[in-house]
């Protein structure tokens, strides 16, 4: 990766499978483009993490700073934090469900799925980390280097995430083996509804009516396997979980 472009390589062949544009405006701005890291998935073999400022894929002129991902097979890339303009070296821990950024003064702790700040700490002058930070996974320390010395903390899995329920939704039938319906309390006509699959990767986006309630979701194009539905009523986002049998 360069300022401009991914570059995808087969290490079998030496050859180049891909050339993906980053940054879509006129060269004399390359300035604006601002690499901060880049990671394959270690679940999804298709999908590549980088964080940084780039251009917009819907508006070329303008720049979205943020964390984003980027599939061989879809040939294009999304912003996974929109609304969380940071970057930064990234870490991913518990099956990537989790993502640590750290900013210098602020240490940020995102719920990948749901794309909630779970944790965000300002740690006190004395307890400041640098800005390069590794992750052990064998011993579970994320490892930061200050100027005059290296530190090491510990993040630990018995949070208060607020799990996301189903009290006010039902969705059936769950299983299923194509439509799906989801009753909804949802006061909008119509809604952002999104299909992720399992390592939390965007599959579809679409906007939805309601009716008498209700919205249904065709599966049936899906192959089976368990995959996250996130419905956007206004503000308000939840996120539910269904599966697809064959």
Not at 18 to 38: E, R, V
Request: charged share 25%; proline share 3%; glycine share 4%.
């Amino acid at each position: 990766m360069e300022g401009k472009h991914i570059y995808i390589w087969d290490l079998e062949t030496f050859s180049q499978i891909k050339s993906y544009q980053l940054f879509f405006n006129s060269p004399d701005k390359a300035w604006n483009t601002d690499i901060a890291d880049i990671k394959f998935s270690e679940l999804n073999s298709d999908i590549i993490y980088f964080s940084g400022l780039f251009s917009k894929i819907e508006n070329p002129e303008e720049f979205e700073n943020g964390v984003f991902e980027y599939s061989i097979k879809r040939g294009n890339h999304i912003n996974r934090l929109p609304e969380v303009g940071y970057s930064s070296i990234l870490n991913f821990i518990e099956q990537e469900k989790i993502l640590f950024l750290n900013i210098g003064i602020r240490l940020i702790f995102i719920d990948f799925y749901n794309k909630l700040i779970e944790l965000s700490l300002v740690p006190e002058l004395k307890d400041r980390v640098g800005l390069i930070t590794s992750y052990s996974k064998k011993f579970k320390y994320f490892i930061a280097q200050s100027i005059n010395e290296i530190k090491s903390f510990q993040y630990l899995t018995e949070t208060n995430i607020e799990n996301q329920d189903q009290n006010d939704s039902i969705i059936y039938p769950n299983p299923t083996t194509n439509n799906i319906k989801i009753e909804t309390s949802c006061e909008l006509n119509e809604v952002q509804i999104e299909l992720m699959d399992i390592n939390g990767a965007l599959l579809i986006s679409e906007i939805t009516h309601i009716t008498d309630g209700y919205i249904t979701f065709d599966l049936s194009s899906f192959p089976s396997g368990s995959y996250f539905i996130r419905l956007n009523c206004g503000e308000e986002v939840k996120i539910y979980n269904v599966v697809k049998e064959g």
